[in-house]
């Protein structure tokens, strides 16, 4: 496949390092713009501005398959998506940091009147951000929460931190809730697929897929996650602020929102009904002890400064908060933060990966999810004719890999090995990244 990237930017470099191995990679963008580590890609580079017709020949847009616009300008992505297709009648792929794009462009595309000019894909990384945090911050002492099959599938990733239930235990002598699977262990910050005769130590991280009841007696038999979350502190009211508070009002979860502009707290009081609004700086020590941020049950910070927000978290950590979550916008600096001690850090450039690698995937298999900084990948897969009546135990994987869930119509189901599964299931599978695609190519029949 073809694309073409407009933007070398910390997005841009993303996409192109990860698809440059399997297709045909151009990045558009001025020489000045010009990444570091893009010399040691086998990629192509054009310089110049997309929306220049010229710079789309150049690039051979007429034999693109995707054009990325993901740029630093919302305005400057639109115009070149918009000439790209208007040119080269290729699928565009729109990066907006502004929610009135987004609405407008999908508005648009939905229009009779805008027949074949109009943008295919719109990603506003803040809205996956904020989607993303709030399936966390609801489900008491996950580090990852993914939802499956309209919610009635669920991914769960928990910390061992001296549970004597388990630890030290092997995974089949755990006895692990019924209709649940452990499917994935990170342990050192390497993740791999788990067999029933793996020991579990301290410090592991333990995923689960199973169906949401399951997951709940889960929770509160192995990981004390027996009351909800209740009250939450927001440090940084800016778009993602807006958005997560909003959602969390309608859990009618007590939240509060400290921001330090006074300006934007009157804009959150007008457009928020039940969250309180602080106008203070959540680095001053005396303030958040003030504010009992040390009682929350969950501390977020999502500024949009690494630095300030790795602060804010580890005085809240120090005030004794029981989670923190903390928005990272170098993806490169994830790792620091959790090393330092922060529970979740999380990216809304991961999040947008995400999202292109799944519109990439073939018609039959999507990417629902990553997990462990892309580790790990949750794909969902149709069974086809050659498939149907085979039992889990016979598929004969070429490499390891968990088929979590089993979809049939209306139906979920948290198969074991004598499971069989047929024609239009849909099978959502776990399995690491390096052999994501032995898997997929497993179920493709020629």
Same mark, same amino acid.
């Given at each position: 496949?073809?694309?073409?990237?407009?933007?070398?930017?910390?997005?841009?470099?993303?996409?192109?390092?990860?698809?440059?191995?399997?297709?045909?990679?151009?990045?558009?963008?001025?020489?000045?713009?010009?990444?570091?580590?893009?010399?040691?890609?086998?990629?192509?580079?054009? %310089? *110049?501005? +997309?929306?220049?017709?010229?710079?789309?020949?150049?690039?051979?847009?007429?034999?693109?398959?995707?054009? #990325?616009?993901?740029?630093?300008?919302?305005?400057?992505?639109?115009?070149?998506?918009?000439? !790209?297709?208007?040119?080269?009648?290729?699928?565009?792929?729109?990066?907006?940091?502004?929610?009135?794009?987004?609405?407008?462009?999908?508005?648009?595309?939905?229009?009779?009147?805008?027949?074949?000019?109009? $943008?295919?894909?719109? $990603?506003?990384?803040?809205?996956?951000?904020?989607?993303?945090?709030?399936?966390?911050?609801?489900?008491?002492?996950?580090?990852?929460? =993914?939802?499956?099959?309209?919610?009635?599938?669920? /991914?769960?990733?928990?910390?061992?931190?001296?549970?004597?239930?388990?630890?030290?235990?092997?995974?089949?002598?755990?006895?692990?809730?019924?209709?649940?699977?452990?499917?994935?262990?990170?342990?050192?910050? =390497?993740?791999?697929?788990?067999?029933?005769?793996?020991?579990?130590?301290?410090?592991?991280?333990?995923?689960?897929?199973?169906?949401?009841?399951?997951?709940?007696?889960? !929770? *509160?038999?192995?990981?004390?996650?027996?009351?909800?979350?209740?009250?939450?502190?927001?440090?940084?009211?800016?778009?993602?602020?807006? $958005?997560?508070?909003?959602?969390?009002?309608?859990?009618?979860?007590?939240?509060?929102? $400290?921001?330090?502009?006074?300006?934007?707290? =009157?804009?959150?009081?007008?457009?928020? @009904?039940? @969250?309180?609004?602080?106008?203070?700086?959540?680095?001053?020590?005396?303030?958040?002890?003030?504010?009992?941020?040390?009682?929350?049950?969950?501390?977020?910070?999502?500024?949009?400064?690494?630095?300030?927000?790795?602060?804010?978290?580890l005085l809240a950590k120090q005030l004794g908060a029981k989670r923190v979550i903390s928005r990272v916008s170098?993806? /490169?600096?994830?790792?620091?933060?959790?090393?330092? *001690?922060?529970? #979740?850090?999380?990216? +809304?450039?991961? %999040? %947008?990966?995400?999202?292109?690698?799944?519109?990439?995937?073939?018609?039959?298999?999507?990417?629902?999810?990553?997990?462990?900084?892309?580790?790990?990948?949750?794909?969902?897969?149709?069974?086809?004719?050659?498939?149907? *009546?085979?039992?889990?135990?016979?598929?004969?994987?070429?490499?390891? %890999?968990?088929?979590?869930?089993?979809?049939?119509?209306?139906?979920?189901?948290?198969?074991?090995?004598?499971?069989?599964?047929?024609?239009?299931?849909?099978?959502?599978?776990?399995?690491? &990244?390096?052999? &994501?695609?032995?898997?997929?190519?497993?179920?493709?029949?020629?």
């Amino acid at each position: 496949m073809k694309i073409v990237i407009y933007g070398a930017t910390e997005i841009g470099c993303l996409l192109a390092t990860e698809f440059f191995e399997d297709h045909d990679i151009t990045i558009i963008d001025k020489e000045e713009n010009r990444a570091k580590e893009l010399s040691s890609l086998d990629i192509s580079f054009v %310089a *110049g501005n +997309a929306s220049n017709i010229d710079v789309l020949k150049s690039a051979d847009i007429k034999n693109a398959d995707i054009f #990325i616009a993901c740029t630093n300008t919302d305005e400057a992505n639109i115009v070149a998506c918009l000439s !790209a297709k208007q040119y080269g009648g290729v699928r565009t792929i729109c990066f907006v940091n502004r929610e009135e794009y987004k609405n407008t462009l999908n508005f648009e595309k939905n229009s009779e009147q805008s027949k074949n000019f109009f $943008i295919d894909y719109i $990603i506003w990384p803040e809205e996956l951000l904020s989607q993303e945090i709030f399936r966390i911050v609801t489900v008491a002492q996950a580090l990852d929460v =993914e939802n499956f099959a309209d919610g009635r599938a669920r /991914l769960l990733e928990y910390k061992v931190q001296s549970n004597p239930s388990i630890t030290g235990k092997k995974l089949k002598e755990c006895g692990f809730t019924q209709d649940t699977l452990m499917v994935g262990l990170t342990r050192n910050g =390497e993740l791999f697929i788990p067999n029933g005769d793996t020991e579990i130590q301290d410090e592991d991280k333990l995923i689960f897929m199973g169906n949401v009841h399951s997951l709940n007696i889960l !929770a *509160g038999t192995f990981f004390h996650e027996k009351d909800p979350v209740k009250n939450v502190a927001i440090i940084g009211g800016g778009t993602v602020g807006r $958005i997560l508070a909003r959602s969390l009002e309608t859990l009618k979860i007590k939240t509060k929102i $400290i921001e330090k502009d006074h300006e934007r707290c =009157e804009f959150l009081a007008e457009n928020l @009904t039940n @969250t309180l609004i602080i106008n203070g700086d959540g680095t001053n020590m005396q303030l958040l002890d003030e504010e009992e941020i040390g009682s929350a049950d969950v501390v977020i910070s999502i500024t949009n400064n690494d630095e300030r927000n790795l602060l804010c978290s580890l005085l809240a950590k120090q005030l004794g908060a029981k989670r923190v979550i903390s928005r990272v916008s170098k993806v /490169l600096n994830i790792p620091l933060f959790e090393k330092v *001690g922060i529970d #979740i850090a999380i990216s +809304a450039k991961n %999040a %947008a990966l995400n999202e292109v690698k799944n519109d990439l995937q073939e018609n039959n298999v999507d990417i629902l999810a990553t997990v462990e900084q892309g580790q790990g990948e949750v794909l969902e897969i149709a069974v086809v004719s050659e498939f149907d *009546g085979k039992k889990i135990m016979d598929l004969k994987f070429p490499a390891r %890999a968990v088929v979590g869930v089993v979809q049939r119509r209306n139906k979920v189901i948290i198969p074991k090995g004598d499971t069989e599964i047929h024609e239009d299931d849909i099978l959502i599978i776990f399995t690491t &990244a390096e052999n &994501a695609d032995q898997i997929k190519n497993f179920f493709k029949v020629n």
